[in-house]
């Protein structure tokens, strides 16, 4: 069983949908969450960096941790083609460890 | 500010080739990185170094080698390539004393083992 689990899609929404994503992982140890970005033929790019349980909200996006059930969600509201990517998240055992453990990421398409 | 800069963008090789994959980065990070991606793998961590003249093995490190003979660069080695090795490989770097540091990543090298 792999650490984290993240469903590969491919999503496809209208514009202006609310979107989910969302990743279950195994570990209860995990207690930083990540969720990255990444373009067609780009590196990844962090969007939002959370610790523990609980919501966190950057413009239309929010993260949302729920560490009881060990999964973790990505909500983007009003979505934008230009939200089209792949998205990745990733988990921290502690903020000093080198070890990421990442999903193998969900591809969304926005349609116009 | 280029951020972490990764050459070449492409390469094919033939099996048994070798070749050097460069990482260059200009955020004076200590800590940088090598993945690869592959389909339905995700991320997985081959080496990384925390500082000048320092290198670790990551999850899956067999048939590479690394070097960080300058704080600003990392290289990673294929000796002997293999047709296993066909994947886009990724640099990242951080600074580690900097709260919650995400990794940087650069835009990968697409390799291709024939």
């Known amino acids: 069983q792999k650490e984290v689990e993240q469903d590969p899609g491919p999503l496809s929404v209208p514009e202006g949908a609310i979107v989910s994503l969302n990743c279950t992982y195994s570990n209860s140890a995990f207690q930083y969450f990540m969720w990255y970005r990444q373009y067609s033929r780009k590196g990844p790019e962090l969007l939002m960096y959370?610790?523990?349980?609980g919501n966190k909200e950057d413009g239309r996006f929010t993260a949302q941790v729920d560490k009881s059930s060990k999964y973790i969600s990505l909500f983007i509201r009003d979505s934008q083609p230009s939200d089209s990517a792949t998205y990745l998240c990733a988990m921290r055992l502690s903020n000093t460890g080198n070890q990421f453990y990442f999903g193998t990421g969900t591809s969304l398409t926005v349609i116009p | 500010n280029a951020g972490v800069t990764q050459t070449p963008k492409f390469r094919v090789l033939k099996t048994g080739q070798s070749m050097t994959l460069l990482c260059a980065q200009d955020?004076?990070?200590?800590?940088m990185y090598w993945y690869r991606q592959d389909p339905g793998m995700g991320l997985r961590l081959i080496h990384y170094s925390v500082g000048e003249g320092t290198t670790a093995k990551g999850e899956v490190p067999d048939g590479y080698n690394v070097s960080r003979l300058k704080k600003q660069n990392f290289l990673l080695g294929l000796e002997s390539a293999a047709p296993s090795q066909t994947s886009v490989y990724f640099c990242?770097?951080?600074?580690?004393?900097?709260?919650?540091?995400?990794?940087?990543f650069g835009n990968g090298t697409r390799l291709t083992v024939t």
């Open positions: 990242a770097s951080r600074a580690p004393r900097v709260y919650n540091s995400p990794l940087h």
């Open positions: 959370t610790y523990s349980s």
């Open positions: 955020m004076n990070h200590e800590y």
